[in-house]
């Protein structure tokens, strides 16, 4: 069995611990830019936060007494907070996590530990490692649920991984990230995934067109973060160079664009302010 990793499954069991939803508050300097002026803490005990696109609401996961990470939901100051009741038939009762909104505000895309996966993999297969977890796409209620992508079963199965799902700003694509092997070190060879997003009249979601993309010039592990405005581009962490940097990348024209040089850190969970500067 090949011995893999990711960077979130080297403090898994920390997370209940560290994990802090806290908003800052921004003002402006002199000059236009932006400043953080406050932090209010909304709760310790929760991660993988998503603003909802329309409502006062906040999406997050949260481990619950068994020992899994399932999703939550508040408002924006941290009260009204309630787990995602979700009675999907046949849906995981394992991990979920990393929910992220459509932005139309009636579906969600997380991720979840397959069921009948063992009982040791527990700490690999929370939300930020991802080993052995489906995507789904869930109603906001719920109520309904679909698996869109289901790890391959072509390779060592211990080692198959998703990662971070996120939606365009208009809804009609989908990105995540997805370890293909397990046999390059320390964190396995990963793949970048593009799809096309579609929904019947019943609303049951289809993904299509489903791109593969590897940026740069070796094997490395990516972990998937969100849009451009524009739709065009999104950002992603990777070892591309040295250490975990976080770049940009064109779906247009395929570039790369390195944003942070730090090779003595994990920079990682970037994401576009709106107007996306």
């Known amino acids: 069995m090949n011995k893999v990793n990711s ?42 936060l998503a603003w909802h696109p329309k409502e006062d609401l906040i999406a997050f996961d949260r481990i619950n007494s068994e020992g899994y990470f399932r999703p939550w939901l508040m408002q924006s100051d941290g009260s ?5 009741i979700i009675t999907v038939p046949g849906f995981p009762t394992k991990h979920v996590g990393q929910p992220a909104w459509h932005p139309s505000g009636n579906y969600l895309a997380v991720q979840a530990q397959q069921q009948e996966s063992p009982k040791w993999i527990h700490t690999k297969a929370a ?30 199965k211990h080692s198959a991984a998703l990662l971070h799902p996120h939606f365009s700003p208009d809804g009609k694509r989908l990105i995540w990230s997805e370890r293909i092997s397990g046999n390059v070190e320390p964190f396995g060879e990963w793949v970048i995934r593009l799809a096309d997003v579609s929904f019947s009249g019943n609303g049951e979601p289809t993904l299509s067109n489903i791109r593969t993309f590897s940026p740069g010039s070796k094997k490395s592990f990516y972990e998937t973060h969100n849009f451009h405005p524009d739709g ?31 090779p003595a850190a994990w920079d990682e969970h970037a994401h576009y302010s709106p107007y996306g500067k």
Do not use: C
């Not at 999104?234 to 790369?256: K, R």
């Open 127 to 156: 939300p930020g490692a991802g080993v052995l977890n489906d995507l789904w796409i869930i109603s906001a209620d719920g109520r309904r649920g679909w698996k869109v992508v289901a790890l391959s079963s072509k390779i060592n």
């Open 232 to 262: 065009r581009r999104f950002l992603f962490s990777g070892q591309q160079d040295v250490g975990l940097e976080i770049y940009a990348f064109d779906t247009d024209t395929g570039n790369t664009t390195r944003l942070t040089r730090d």
């Open 80 to 84: 009204k907070q309630r787990p995602l």
């Open 7 to 48: 960077p979130g499954s080297l403090v898994a069991g920390l997370m209940a611990a560290m994990f802090t939803v806290a908003v800052p508050a921004l003002g402006q300097t002199t000059d236009g830019q932006d400043k953080a002026i406050r932090v209010t803490v909304l709760t310790e005990d929760g991660g993988h």
